[in-house]
């Protein structure tokens, strides 16, 4: 039975009473302020607003910063630098640097480790079509990387630099149809496109077709009558969260499926301004976050764990493998500042809630997605900035 997630009018006034009792940010909260604790990564305290530490798996060899200039990157401080590219991407784990060229009638491809060292030259991976908007480069942990062209064309290359297969996502709708998405495992061994919006007459739907290894793209989910925002998948593939809109109301609405296409939940918000949604990673709840408020879902029961309004704008949101609900309000200022952070640390299953605020200042990166980390029971790290921020509780 497929588990329907209500909206806020649909719950029993006393499941409503809980979560305001729970969540509400007017009531005081049992916790002290000394349940919070802000500090820098330590090799990052003296970085510059333009400058991020390059975090690897294997034991430190050299200089593991990047300088993000307006097209440039400066590896180690000045061992290396990269500039001209069109387009920049990097791998998950921050330990390989894709930059794309267009030049001329072809595309190229260059491949680097954090250090700076080049990996590959592809000097003419493809044609160039001054015409196609869709030409994109996704990097991947382990050196392998997506090539996206043609509205609806994937081709994937591994870590030997070898295309591995040629995958097209188009829907062949006469009407025509939005540039093909993709979403990917962080080493890319699940891979799904998605078409964002496929227009047939007076009609839009959307859908999520997985890519096989084979290059044959095989039908996961299609939903009428609504546009695709985003797809996130679980770092295994197995779960997968589309975030819709509908085409008629504009509301937000979220369905997680299993990689094979069955339906595990539906989430209707009772708002329209959901930003971003998200799995834990244990899979088993998912986390809207809008600009002033944070909402928490239990996939499998179904059931509305709460939510949260904030006076000030939610930047991440996250549910925590100690079961701890970590939201971060604050300020962007100028390129990319982030002030006046606060964090939000909420014991679900406790009713309990600490708050502190930190004078800590750090920046966004660019092509690297700001979020939490978990290291430790109560220890987390804010990351996708140049100046990671941890943050230790004791609630």
Wanted: charged letters at 25%.
């Amino acid at each position: 039975m497929v588990p329907i997630i209500k909206s806020l009018s649909g719950f029993l006034p006393a499941v409503f009473v809980i979560s305001i009792m729970l969540f509400s940010p007017i009531l005081s909260s049992p916790a002290s302020a000394q349940d919070i604790a802000f500090s820098y990564a330590p090799e990052t305290e003296s970085l510059a607003p333009d400058q991020f530490r390059i975090d690897l798996f294997e034991a430190e060899r050299h200089d593991r910063t990047i300088r993000v200039r307006e097209n440039e990157i400066v590896f180690g401080n000045g061992a290396g630098m990269l500039a001209g590219y069109d387009q920049i991407s990097i791998s998950p784990d921050r330990a390989f640097v894709g930059a794309l060229f267009l030049r001329g009638d072809n595309v190229s491809v260059e491949i680097y480790r954090s250090d700076g060292s080049l990996v590959r030259r592809f000097s003419e991976l493809a044609s160039y079509d001054p015409d196609d908007p869709s030409i994109r480069l996704y990097m991947l942990n382990g050196g392998s990387f997506f090539y996206c062209d043609n509205i609806a064309g994937f081709s994937y290359f591994d870590e030997r630099g070898e295309q591995v297969y040629r995958a097209s996502n188009s829907s062949g709708s006469p009407d025509g149809e939005t540039i093909s998405e993709l979403a990917t495992t962080p080493f890319g061994t699940s891979a799904f496109a998605y078409n964002p919006k496929i227009y047939e007459g007076d009609q839009v739907h959307s859908r999520i077709q997985r890519i096989g290894f084979d290059g044959e793209t095989r039908p996961v989910a299609r939903f009428d009558a609504a546009g695709i925002e985003d797809v996130t998948l679980h770092p295994e593939g197995r779960l997968i969260i589309a975030h819709l809109i509908d085409e008629a109301t504009g509301n937000h609405r979220a369905k997680v499926i299993s990689f094979r296409g069955e339906l595990l939940a539906e989430v209707d918000y009772e708002d329209n301004e959901i930003l971003e949604m998200a799995l834990s990673e244990c899979g088993r709840y998912v986390t809207a976050r809008a600009s002033g408020r944070v909402l928490v879902h239990e996939v499998t029961t179904g059931e509305r764990l709460g939510s949260a309004s904030f006076t000030e704008q939610v930047l991440v949101a996250s549910w925590m493998p100690d079961n701890r609900l970590a939201v971060l309000t604050g300020t962007r200022y100028g390129d990319r500042e982030l002030n006046d952070l606060r964090a939000h640390i909420i014991d679900v299953r406790q009713r309990r809630v600490a708050r502190e605020e930190t004078s800590l200042t750090t920046y966004e990166v660019p092509h690297a997605p700001l979020q939490f980390s978990f290291h430790e029971q109560g220890t987390y790290k804010l990351t996708g900035t140049n100046r990671p921020i941890v943050i230790r509780h004791s609630l």
